[in-house]
């Protein structure tokens, strides 16, 4: 007896098919027109790092806007790449600003829906080897608050941008990456100064002991409010203060402007702390590798490589799945259950990858198996925590992907084993379909959102369906039942574009072929009677 198949798919499938063109879901512009622009400015503490002071730091940004689009009223997405709060020459590492790979492909593709999108550098700066633990916690956590209100700062910018820009302003979605997974998470939740110190996982880790008095590792009055917006005025460090007396610390961007934005989505980053979210916050959609070694998917501690195979633990944090779990029980992710069956077709994985055999937490607990804002990644090894990302390998200034003065990194390399753009993008393609019906609910993106919160389709979730060879080269058998014969046969591009069609089969084998489509990932849907079924196929050299 032949298996019967539902409706899961492998690693990389879109299920953005058989429907008009959309704009919002499906590509509508062939491309995107970028410009810089300054969206604030204020202080760093990185001259610090050299025996220097704080200085002022303007605050940069690219803008991608869909070439060609005279569509006003449309949603903005700004994104922040990783960088672990240190520049690249600190680091030796190639990633680590807004023209980082990921970056720029999230912004073009999200162009080409016809969102306008931005890509913002923050604030860095700390010391990720000062000793006590207290002191690299206390350095980080100061880090990521000046981080957040960049990122608050920076939605503030394009407010006031919204009629240059043809800007919905209640339309605002940051994502970020890495680093900036922390930064959205924290824009998304860190909605008053208390959070920083009734912290509970564990209680009391952003305070620390000095000549026996508690101090709290961030202090509102110097720092500047979660907003980064008060004082009105400038401060100033203090006698007693960890930084040089004098410094200025903290000035205010666009005080006046209100700030807030109505969805996040966090690629591979993580939270200062779980209380942080409440009701309040914004919905949240979690892109995560189980397996991170710098990110812990549920609860853990997160470390930093001090090289030969050492590392120094920084800072307890709560995880993508331990978010989404949260985000789940507290309602604010409530209207991704809008959420077609047909516009989510890694329910299943999702499913198999968060039960026990995958992964636990420090409390040995497992909870649901399936959240709806959640996606486990999963590379091609353990190893593997971040397989959409790509750099250059090529040391001179002319290669295509921009100069890497320090050639390959090894350990940025041993979390990206095999890395190439056409891996990273394969992985791109599925984070996308993900999260792209996602924001057209959360973001409440009509007429997207009528899309993918109704059934369109009846899936033939009986069905049985076999694809053969697969990956294929020059033509692919389809294979049914006898008793459940195909009707038509529609093949589309991870656009969603319909790029061949098979009508009036009525049979349990066809055979289909490539007739010159170029080598990539496709969707087939199968139409049978009882509905309709779709698998990814692969056509290689």
């Given at each position: 007896?032949?298996?019967?198949?539902?409706?899961?798919?492998?690693?990389?499938?879109?299920?953005?098919?058989?429907?008009?063109?959309?704009?919002?879901?499906?590509?509508?512009?062939?491309?995107?027109?970028?410009?810089?622009?300054?969206?604030?400015?204020?202080?760093?503490?990185?001259?610090?790092?050299?025996?220097?002071?704080?200085?002022?730091?303007?605050?940069?940004?690219?803008?991608?806007?869909?070439?060609?689009?005279?569509?006003?009223?449309?949603?903005?997405?700004?994104?922040?790449?990783?960088?672990?709060?240190?520049?690249?020459?600190?680091?030796?590492?190639?990633?680590?600003?807004?023209?980082?790979?990921?970056?720029?492909?999230?912004?073009?593709?999200?162009a080409?829906?016809?969102?306008?999108?931005?890509?913002?550098?923050?604030?860095?700066?700390?010391?990720?080897?000062?000793?006590?633990?207290?002191?690299?916690?206390?350095?980080?956590?100061?880090?990521?608050?000046?981080?957040?209100?960049?990122?608050?700062?920076?939605?503030r910018?394009?407010?006031?941008?919204?009629?240059?820009?043809?800007?919905?302003?209640?339309?605002?979605?940051?994502?970020?990456?890495?680093?900036?997974?922390?930064?959205?998470?924290?824009?998304?939740?860190?909605?008053?100064?208390?959070?920083?110190?009734?912290?509970?996982?564990?209680?009391?880790?952003?305070?620390?002991?000095?000549?026996?008095?508690?101090?709290?590792?961030?202090?509102?009055?110097y720092?500047?409010?979660?907003w980064?917006?008060?004082?009105?005025?400038?401060?100033?460090?203090?006698?007693?203060?960890p930084?040089?007396?004098?410094d200025?610390?903290?000035?205010?961007?666009?005080?006046?402007?209100?700030?807030?934005?109505?969805l996040?989505?966090?690629?591979?980053?993580?939270?200062?702390?779980?209380?942080?979210?409440?009701?309040?916050?914004?919905?949240?959609?979690?892109?995560?590798?189980?397996?991170?070694?710098?990110?812990?998917?549920?609860?853990?501690?997160?470390?930093?490589?001090?090289?030969?195979?050492?590392?120094?633990?920084?800072?307890?944090?709560?995880?993508?799945?331990?978010?989404?779990?949260?985000?789940?029980?507290?309602?604010?992710?409530?209207?991704?259950?809008?959420?077609?069956?047909?516009?989510?077709?890694y329910?299943?994985?999702?499913?198999?990858?968060?039960?026990?055999?995958?992964?636990?937490?420090?409390?040995?607990?497992?909870?649901?198996?399936?959240?709806?804002?959640?996606?486990?990644?999963?590379?091609?090894?353990?190893?593997?925590?971040?397989p959409?990302?790509?750099?250059?390998?090529?040391?001179?200034?002319?290669?295509?992907?921009?100069?890497?003065?320090?050639?390959?990194?090894?350990?940025?390399?041993?979390?990206?084993?095999?890395?190439?753009?056409?891996?990273?993008?394969?992985?791109?393609?599925?984070?996308?379909?993900?999260?792209?019906?996602r924001?057209?609910?959360?973001?409440?993106?009509?007429?997207?959102?009528?899309?993918?919160?109704?059934?369109?389709?009846?899936?033939?979730?009986?069905?049985?369906?076999?694809?053969?060879?697969?990956?294929?080269?020059?033509?692919?058998?389809?294979?049914?039942?006898?008793?459940?014969?195909?009707?038509?046969?529609?093949?589309?591009?991870?656009?969603?574009?319909?790029?061949?069609?098979?009508?009036?089969?009525?049979?349990?084998?066809?055979?289909?072929?490539?007739?010159?489509?170029?080598?990539?990932?496709?969707?087939?849907?199968?139409?049978?009677?009882?509905?309709?079924?779709?698998?990814k196929?692969?056509?290689?050299?």
């Open positions: 007896m032949k298996k019967r198949s539902i409706l899961v798919f492998s690693l990389i499938v879109s299920t953005l098919v058989g429907l008009q063109a959309q704009r919002y879901l499906t590509p509508q512009f062939s491309g995107a027109t970028r410009s810089t622009a300054i969206y604030g400015q204020n202080f760093t503490i990185l001259p610090l790092l050299a025996g220097g002071r704080f200085t002022r730091q303007p605050l940069v940004c690219d803008i991608y806007q869909p070439t060609g689009d005279t569509a006003s009223g449309r949603p903005l997405m700004i994104f922040m790449s990783t960088s672990n709060f240190l520049p690249k020459s600190v680091r030796r590492n190639p990633l680590g600003d807004r023209r980082d790979s990921v970056a720029v492909e999230m912004c073009n593709r999200f080409k829906l016809g969102y306008v999108t931005a890509a913002i550098d923050y604030r860095q700066g700390w010391n990720p080897i000062a000793q006590p633990e207290a002191s690299r916690t206390a350095g980080l956590i100061n880090a990521a608050y000046r981080g957040i209100q960049d990122v608050r700062t920076a939605i910018f394009f407010k006031l941008q919204a009629a240059a820009l043809k800007i919905d302003t209640s339309r605002i979605m940051v994502i970020g990456e890495g680093t900036g997974g922390y930064l959205a998470m924290g824009a998304a939740s860190l909605n008053t100064y208390n959070k920083i110190l009734s912290t509970k996982y564990p209680a009391g880790k952003f305070i620390t002991v000095v000549g026996g008095n508690p101090i709290p590792m961030v202090i509102e009055a720092n500047g409010n979660v980064g917006t008060k004082p009105d005025t400038a401060t100033i460090s203090p006698v007693g203060f930084y040089p007396v004098g200025t610390l903290f000035v205010p961007n666009y005080g006046t402007v209100s700030t807030g934005h109505r996040t989505v966090n690629m591979g980053g993580a939270i200062g702390d779980a209380t942080w979210l409440d009701s309040l916050s914004t919905p949240l959609i979690s892109v995560a590798c189980p397996h991170d070694q710098n990110a812990p998917y549920r609860d853990g501690v997160l470390g930093v490589g001090i090289g030969g195979g050492q590392t120094l633990p920084v800072l307890r944090v709560q995880g993508s799945h331990w978010i989404s779990q949260r985000a789940d029980s507290l309602g604010i992710n409530k209207v991704f259950e809008k959420l077609s069956p047909a516009y989510d077709p329910k299943a994985i999702a499913r198999s990858r968060n039960d026990a055999r995958y992964y636990q937490d420090t409390f040995n607990t497992y909870g649901p198996a399936y959240a709806t804002s959640l996606f486990p990644i999963i590379g091609r090894s353990r190893g593997d925590s971040a959409y990302q790509w750099w250059s390998t090529d040391t001179s200034a002319a290669n295509p992907g921009g100069p890497n003065p320090w050639g390959l990194d090894s350990a940025a390399l041993a979390g990206n084993p095999g890395m190439s753009a056409v891996k990273a993008r394969l992985y791109l393609d599925s984070i996308m379909t993900f999260i792209v019906p924001a057209c609910l959360g973001l409440d993106l009509k007429p997207c959102a009528g899309v993918v919160s109704g059934t369109r389709e009846v899936l033939a979730l009986n069905a049985y369906l076999k694809l053969a060879p697969n990956p294929a080269t020059n033509e692919v058998r389809f294979e049914s039942e006898e008793i459940n014969p195909m009707r038509a046969i529609e093949l589309y591009d991870i656009s969603g574009r319909m790029v061949a069609q098979q009508t009036n089969i009525n049979t349990s084998n066809f055979t289909m072929q490539r007739n010159g489509l170029p080598q990539g990932i496709y969707v087939a849907k199968v139409r049978f009677d009882s509905g309709v079924l779709a698998k196929l692969m056509f290689e050299e």
